[in-house]
């Protein structure tokens, strides 16, 4: 008898099996190490099927970075469905979701931000460049624009980008440090909350201007 003609539910089901296995096996491994045949192995399957779902390595890479990329967009911007009109504050709270995104999500967050990876370039992504709800950064960067058009900064300060990545940089140092370090016993390491709060907390004062005493 034929194979059962799989419903669109069970392909997509298949599908995300499909990329759960290579992020985990990228991680696990790096991107280069990995190939087709060994992620149709992890997921039980025989690499003629992977290859019904993705063209070939780099059209799963390239999804799996788009797929991550959009759920931490969609889970941002839903932050903003009833924005602070503060854009400082915004700022808080935008840092905030970042982080609970990359300790809730350790291995997407490995992959995403802590990986090399080939072949990729804005123009094969399937999500849209500069769009807030599939682009973290361009949210990041517009919430840093509604703060600097709020004369938030310290005047010398005038650099969106500038701005935006360096409060990225800051965040993202103590979640890479939680997510590959939090065991070492050398360490005596405080509450990942103090520690996000504090960097969090340092890096805005030293961004704004100067409260009235």
């Avoid at 045949?37 to 070939?56: C, G, M, Q």
Wanted: some cysteine; charged content about 20%.
């Amino acid at each position: 008898m034929p194979p059962r003609v799989k419903t669109p539910q069970e392909r997509d089901q298949l599908k995300k099996l499909i990329l759960d296995a290579a992020r985990q096996l990228f991680v696990e491994r790096g991107i280069e190490a990995v190939s087709m045949r060994e992620i149709a192995k992890r997921v039980n399957y025989s690499p003629t099927t992977i290859y019904l779902h993705f063209v070939d390595k780099n059209d799963l890479l390239q999804t799996l970075c788009d797929h991550d990329s959009l759920v931490l967009a969609h889970d941002l911007h839903l932050i903003t469905t009833n924005p602070n009109p503060d854009g400082i504050q915004q700022l808080r709270t935008l840092c905030l979701a970042y982080s609970r995104y990359a300790l809730t999500y350790p291995n997407h967050y490995r992959f995403m931000f802590m990986m090399p990876k080939p072949h990729q370039t804005k123009e094969n992504s399937r999500l849209h460049h500069g769009n807030i709800e599939q682009d973290a950064y361009a949210l990041l960067r517009s919430t840093v624009q509604q703060a600097f058009e709020q004369a938030a900064f310290r005047p010398e300060l005038d650099n969106i980008d500038l701005i935006a990545q360096t409060l990225w940089a800051g965040i993202h140092g103590v979640c890479a440090l939680e997510i590959t370090m939090a065991c070492d016993e050398w360490i005596a390491w405080q509450p990942i909350e103090h520690r996000i709060a504090l960097m969090q907390d340092n890096m805005i004062r030293g961004l704004i201007k100067s409260q009235p005493t």
